[in-house]
T-cell receptor, first 113, second 115 residues
Framework: KAGVTQTPRYLIKTRGQQVTLSCSPI?????VSWYQQTPGQGLQFLFE???????NKGNFPGRFSGRQFSNSRSEMNVSTLELGDSALYLC????????????FGPGTRLLVL | GQQLNQSPQSMFIQEGEDVSMNCTSS?????WLWYKQDPGEGPVLLIA?????ELTSNGRLTAQFGITRKDSFLNISASIPSDVGIYFC???????????????FGKGTKLTVNP
């Protein structure tokens, strides 16, 4: 069974631009969560989608948004990028609603210049 | 919001030594999880703990769910070079804002093993 895949793996953007990251969950998994990982703050929860509905949201500004498609693939969008948005963005999928059963993808490394 | 205090931040040990790291919180957690993250990869679940006092092993790894439900520790025995990585604790709080469960992560313990 293929694992969680994320594209692109690396991305360089400049301040003010927007970016869209993609996550393909493990086949059959309906829950997709997104996390931001930085050296200073560690792993911070962004949001979770289940069956195309946002079920949970972390404490991030509205510039961070996401969506989930009917095939459970998910995208995350960050608008008006700031330098502080430079981070590793991790996606995790789970079969159902239990976050403790989630599997992480390798992440997308975003650098904002 | 809930926070997990993970310590130590980093460890430098010799191959063969045992390692211990822990996470504490002022809040009660329902579930404790321990993950390992290798460079360039996402975290991988090592051990999950669901009951206060529970002690669970996975090979050379042993983790315990504290009886107060506010802490957990992870031990690695007889470390080997491939144990290198960042270890994270994570917990599901007993009570979450909005009524939905959200995993809370510690900031990680970076382990270096010298051969």
């Amino acid at each position: 069974k293929a694992g969680v895949t994320q594209t692109p793996r690396y991305l360089i953007k400049t301040r003010g631009q927007q970016v869209t990251l993609s996550c393909s969950p493990i086949s059959g998994h309906r829950s997709v969560s997104w996390y931001q990982q930085t050296p200073g703050q560690g792993l911070q929860f962004l949001f979770e989608y289940f069956s195309e509905t946002q079920r949970n949201k972390g404490n991030f500004p509205g510039r961070f948004s996401g969506r989930q498609f009917s095939n459970s693939r998910s995208e995350m969008n960050v608008s008006t990028l700031e330098l502080g948005d430079s981070a590793l963005y991790l996606c995790a999928s789970a079969p159902g609603g239990n976050q403790e059963t989630q599997y992480f993808g390798p992440g997308t490394r975003l650098l904002v210049l | 919001g809930q926070q997990l205090n993970q310590s130590p931040q980093s460890m430098f040990i010799q191959e063969g030594e045992d390692v211990s790291m822990n996470c504490t919180s002022s809040s009660i957690f329902n579930t404790w999880l321990w993950y390992k993250q290798d460079p360039g990869e996402g975290p991988v679940l090592l051990i999950a703990l669901y009951k206060a006092g529970e002690l669970t092993s996975n090979g050379r790894l042993t983790a315990q769910f504290g009886i107060t439900r506010k802490d957990s520790f992870l031990n690695i025995s007889a470390s080997i070079p491939s144990d290198v990585g960042i270890y994270f604790c994570a917990g599901l709080p007993l009570i979450t804002q909005g009524g939905s469960e959200k995993l809370v992560f510690g900031k990680g313990t970076k382990l270096t093993v010298n051969p």
